[in-house]
Each structure stands twice: as C-alpha cells, then as structure tokens.
C-alpha cells in the first residue's frame, strides 16, 4: 500500500538535510503527490522559480481568467478515466511487478489532488456541488475495484486501496455535505454504503463521524445501521 502522505503536523519544523534523503527515497508516484500538493502551497508568483530549468516557462503562461470549479475538475477527470486516458501498461515481470506506470502515477496524483480539495471545500459548509464531485471520484474508486483495467493499469492486484486514501478525513467531509437535505434512510443508506465499500475496517468510528453531522431523524435512521465488526 501507498504510503499517506497527508500532512498531520503543519507546525512540525522539518530537518531540511533528512527531507532530501527522503525525497531521493520517494517512489515516482509519491513525488508526483509531493509536486501537486507544492503548486497549492507556493505563491503563484514564485510557481516560474520551482520549476525553471526543468519546463519551458513559455508553455506555462496562463491564459485563463480564473480557476476552474471543483465539481468542472472533477467532472474533467472522471469523463477522462472513463476515455482510458489515464491508462497506461507495461510487460510485467518477476523484477517490476511492484511498479506503476507513468499513467498510473498521474491517475494517483491527480485522484488525490482533487479528493483533498473535496475534503477542503467541504468545510466551508454543506455544498451539493461539493457533495456531487466527491461522488463522481467513489465511482472511479468503486469502478477501481471491480475492474481495475477499466481505468489504468495496476502490473499486480488492482484496487482502490493502492491510493492510500485517508478516509478518516474524506468520509466525515463527505458525510457534512451527504447530511444536508437528504432524508434519514437515504443518508443511513449512502453513509453505509461509503463505509462498506472503502473503510468497513473503521466503520465504528465512521458511524461516530455520520452521526455528528446528522439531524435527529438521521440518527436514528443511522442507528438500524450494523455497528463495530466489520462484515463478511
């Protein structure tokens, strides 16, 4: 499994000597992470000295008025997954069986990039854009893991797990934005769902998560949900 690279301590100081090291030691696919999560925190006006050197800056010049929305990202994305843009194979062998492809690797980066930003926007308030554009990325996750090569190419055992999603973080988000407006059954129903498909393993604490952003109705719905053990 991917390790998670969500950051948990921002205040932490950080020996810059042993991050080098680390980063020599990073897999592609986890740089690639490291560079989408570096573009969000740098000035804009300092983006041109990160990467001189290493693009044409005269590729770079920005055209555009503004950012797109979440859920247009989002959108973008998904319909592209479902293209196969994203897909990208190589011969498998006894020597590279661990590896990703470079299409692979995108996928990843790209999937988390905009996960996070779901997670991000959903604390601004209850949002059905928001709500919208985290379900389009469970459908990618829930197409992962019924047929893997339907979105890129995994040399051994396909998955969602692969991206090493923190979902302690992104379902409590999502369960904010799924508890506005939706009637208690339907929310006891997708809350199950979410858990079931991607975290069972946690599901206790998952259901802990629903029930403190539900109203009263939503809980009790929630609590005809099962509880504690995962299922089999």
């Not at 090291?21 to 000035?43: D, F």
């Not at 044409?56 to 920005?62: E, F, I, P, S, Y």
């Not at 930003?117 to 554009?133: D, F």
């Amino acid at each position: 499994m991917r390790p998670n690279l969500r950051v948990t301590a921002m205040s932490q100081s950080v020996d810059i000597d042993k991050l080098r090291v680390a980063l020599r030691r990073m897999t592609r696919s986890n740089l690639l992470c490291l560079a989408e999560r570096a573009i969000e925190l740098v000035p804009r006006p300092r983006l041109g000295a990160l990467v001189a050197g290493m693009v044409r800056l005269d590729q770079l010049a920005d055209g555009k008025s503004g950012a797109a929305p979440l859920l247009d990202e989002v959108r973008t994305f998904h319909d592209a997954c479902l293209r196969g843009d994203y897909y990208e194979s190589f011969d498998v062998n006894s020597k590279n069986c661990m590896e990703t492809s470079e299409g692979t690797d995108a996928f990843i980066a790209e999937f988390l990039r905009l996960i996070d930003k779901c997670v991000r926007g959903s604390a601004k308030g209850p949002s059905p854009p928001v709500r919208e554009a985290f379900e389009l990325l469970f459908q990618l996750l829930r197409r992962l893991d019924h047929d893997p090569d339907s979105v890129v190419f995994f040399a051994d055992e396909g998955g969602s797990w692969q991206l090493g999603i923190d979902w302690r973080a992104v379902l409590p988000a999502y369960f904010r934005c799924l508890a506005d407006g939706t009637p208690a059954d339907g929310f006891a129903r997708e809350v199950d769902r979410a858990i079931a498909d991607f975290a069972d393993y946690d599901r206790a604490k998952l259901l802990a998560a629903a029930r403190r952003v539900a109203n009263a109705e939503q809980k009790a719905a929630l609590r005809r949900l099962p509880t504690g053990e995962p299922r089999r």
